[in-house]
């Protein structure tokens, strides 16, 4: 499509037609908008996914259970490097709460989070300032049962975002079906990483949301849980 690139004072009110009135496409706020013309809507500028009806903004509530937090606060004198040399690679589930499931006390380890908690790129520079400025040696990964990038596809969700604020993204969504071969896969990219030093302890599960349990994923792609 056809773009125009212009500032905008406020945001772009939509015509009838779909295009911008042509008096809006002015102003002077030193914030770069690109206008798909004959899309007509801004790139970044979603307009189609809705709210959830029961959403209300948590952070004034959380702040004040911080203010109640720092009373009883024990953890002063930790040291900067994990005292049991591990990493932990985990989806963001809200479901898994890390610390808990594996019995682990503050300043044990790094816990290092995505959508899927699949190996990325982002994570491993996270897991290479892990490993070389902090000492870690060790590699758990952690994916789950009934995760949301089960239930859809990269080429799908990429058209839907595209359809929404008018541009392709560029990154992987990491979709999968299932999560003991995308664990698998997970453990391959750390295997094959020239940037991951320490590799002998390498380890991978699939958390079951349901009863609680880890299950061990083998590397070998024969492997039936």
Not at 81 to 102: E, N, T
Not at 138 to 165: P, R, Y
Not at 193 to 210: A, L, M, Q
Request: net charge negative.
């Amino acid at each position: 499509p056809s773009m125009t690139t212009r500032f905008f004072s406020n945001r772009v009110k939509m015509s009838e037609r779909g295009s911008p009135p042509a008096s809006m496409a002015i102003g002077l706020t030193g914030s770069p908008e690109v206008l798909i013309v004959d899309k007509g809507y801004l790139l970044g500028k979603n307009r189609a996914v809705p709210s959830a009806p029961d959403f209300s903004p948590n952070t004034d509530e959380l702040v004040a259970n911080n203010s109640l937090f720092v009373t009883d606060f024990r953890d002063a004198g930790l040291a900067l490097a994990p005292k049991r040399h591990l990493a932990i690679v985990a989806c963001m589930d809200s479901r898994m709460d890390i610390f808990q499931m594996l019995g682990l006390a503050h300043g044990d380890a790094h816990i290092i989070r995505n959508a899927g908690g699949v190996v990325t790129d982002d994570v491993i520079r996270s897991l290479v300032v892990s490993q070389r400025l902090l000492n870690t040696q060790e590699v758990i990964l952690i994916h789950h049962t009934n995760c949301g990038l089960q239930s859809i596809s990269d080429d799908g969700f990429k058209k839907q975002i595209e359809d929404d604020c008018g541009i392709r993204p560029s990154w992987a969504i990491e979709a999968f079906t299932d999560p003991y071969d995308s664990v698998r896969q997970s453990m391959n990219r750390l295997g094959h990483s020239p940037f991951v030093i320490f590799k002998d302890h390498i380890r991978g599960f699939v958390y079951d949301v349901e009863t609680g349990q880890l299950l061990e994923v083998d590397s070998d792609p024969r492997h039936v849980p």
